[in-house]
């Protein structure tokens, strides 16, 4: 299959999408480490110095990595764990740490992801909802489409009642630089079926991921 460009005229998410389902990239490794070394030279860097002289290679490894999300699918991910159960309680797991990359700087976000849903008719695997969280912020994002890609990846496997997510996060591009505001904390939320519809289910969602746990 040969790589192609994605179309000019697609939306971003698509543009992704197609990114996601390439099967080869479109450079060699050679390539990118030798990018890596033409950044540090213009960074007033010596990259044949001995502390740098495997930072290319690093560098392109842990990026690859860091992005390895994209060579994933949520068949794969699943791997079949979704079942049949006939309950009608909320699923809500909190806490979930999460890393991604942001698009604008290639800098780290580090944040948390709670995620819930109200079954109807099926459950997932609860170590999935984690996967699922890790699997898209091994991509290059925006807090905002992260957030819809978690919900909108339950609510497909699912069709779920409602779904709820919300991450909170910090942006190294807005600490280490531009505004410099550690300790500066976004929210984004997503919101489907009764979570959207019904105050009173967002509120128990909302009240669960605040309550501290007696064990903690
Ligand atoms: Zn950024």
């Known amino acids: 299959m040969t790589a192609q460009l994605p179309a000019e005229n697609m939306s971003a998410d698509q ?5 996601s389902t390439q099967s080869q990239p479109r450079v060699s490794e050679a390539e990118m480490r ?47 764990a979704v079942f049949h159960e006939n309950t009608n309680e909320m699923v809500l797991v909190r806490d ?17 992801a709670h995620v819930a849903y109200i079954p109807n008719g099926k459950v997932i695997g609860l170590s999935k909802v984690a996967r699922i969280c890790e699997m898209y912020g ?21 069709n779920p009642q409602g779904v ?13 630089r531009g505004v ?6 976004t929210v984004t939320s997503a919101m489907k079926g009764v979570f959207a519809e019904d105050a009173r289910t967002r509120d128990e969602f909302m009240s669960l991921i605040h309550h501290r746990p007696a064990f903690h």
């Not at 410099?180 to 904390?185: C, I, V």
């Open 15 to 19: 543009a992704i999408a197609a990114l």
């Open 34 to 80: 030798q990018a890596v070394r033409t950044l540090l030279i213009g960074l007033g860097e010596d990259p044949d110095r001995e502390g740098l002289l495997d930072t290319p290679k690093r560098v392109v490894k842990a990026l690859k990595f860091l992005t390895s999300g994209y060579n994933q699918s949520l068949d794969e991910l699943l791997n079949g």
């Open 180 to 185: 410099q505001k550690p300790g500066s904390w």
């Open 138 to 158: 091994r991509r290059l994002q925006v807090q905002e489409r992260l957030t819809a890609q978690i919900a909108d990846a339950l609510q497909g496997l699912l």
């Open 96 to 112: 979930i740490d999460l890393f991604s990359s942001c698009e604008h700087h290639i800098l780290p976000i580090l944040g948390r």
């Open 164 to 176: 709820a997510v919300i991450i909170e996060a910090t942006h190294m591009c807005m600490v280490m």
